[in-house]
C-alpha cells in the first residue's frame, strides 16, 4: 500500500511533464504560424517576389513576330521631329484652306471691286477670291502646324517628358516668333496667347 501510493505521484509527474511539453510545443508552433505567414507574404506581394516574364506564348497568345531592321528605321522615322512637323504642316495646309474657303463663303464682299462696288461680280471673280483666302490661310496654318510642332518635340526631348508643359512652352514660342515681327509688344502678347490656348487644349484632352 505504501509502494503504491509513493509511485502514485511519480505517475502524476511524468503526466505533468508530458502535458508542459505538449503545450509548450503547442506555444511554439502557433508563435511560428505568423513567422510563416509573413514569409509567404513576401514571397507573393513582398520583395522577394518573382517578377515573370509575360510572354504571349505562354499566356496562350499568338507570338509577335520579330521586327525587321526596315521596320525599325520606318518607327524611328515616324517618331522623329521632321515627320511630326511635316505631318502637321500638311495637316495646318488641308485645315487652314477649308477654314479659308468657309470664311469666304459667308463673306458678302468677296469677288467685289474696290473700285467699282456697285458692279456685281462673276462667278469667276468670286472663286478666284476664295482660292486666294483659302491659300492664303492654308500657308498661314501650315507654318503654325510645323512650327508649333517642331518645338514641342525639341523640347519634349530635351526634358525628356510629355506633359502639358511641353505645349505651353511650344505654344509661347511659337506665338512670339509671329508676333514678334510687329514689334516686342505684340510678340509678348503673342507668346502669352498661345501659350494659354495651349494649356486650354492640353487640359481638355487630358
Known sequence: MLCYNMAAPAKSTDGSLSVTTGQSATVSSVENVPLQYSLLLDHLI???????DLNPTVMGALPSPQKTEEQKMIERGMES????????????????????????????NVGIDPKDPLRT???????????????????NFAIVGAMFSCTEC??????????????????????G????????KAGVLGCGGFAAFSAAIEYYLR
Open 46 to 52: 513582398g520583395d522577394k517576389r518573382q517578377i515573370k
Open 81 to 108: 521631329c521632321a515627320f511630326k512637323s511635316l505631318i502637321a504642316c500638311v495637316g495646318g495646309f488641308v485645315l487652314g484652306g477649308a477654314f479659308g474657303v468657309f470664311t469666304a463663303g459667308i463673306d458678302s
Open 121 to 139: 461680280p462673276t462667278a469667276r471673280e468670286v472663286l478666284r477670291d476664295m482660292g486666294q483666302r483659302g491659300m492664303s490661310y492654308a500657308k
Open 154 to 175: 525639341l523640347i519634349e526631348s530635351h526634358r525628356g517628358k510629355s506633359d502639358w508643359k511641353n505645349a505651353v512652352y511650344s505654344g509661347c514660342i511659337t506665338g
Open 177 to 184: 516668333a509671329i508676333g514678334f515681327r510687329a514689334g516686342l
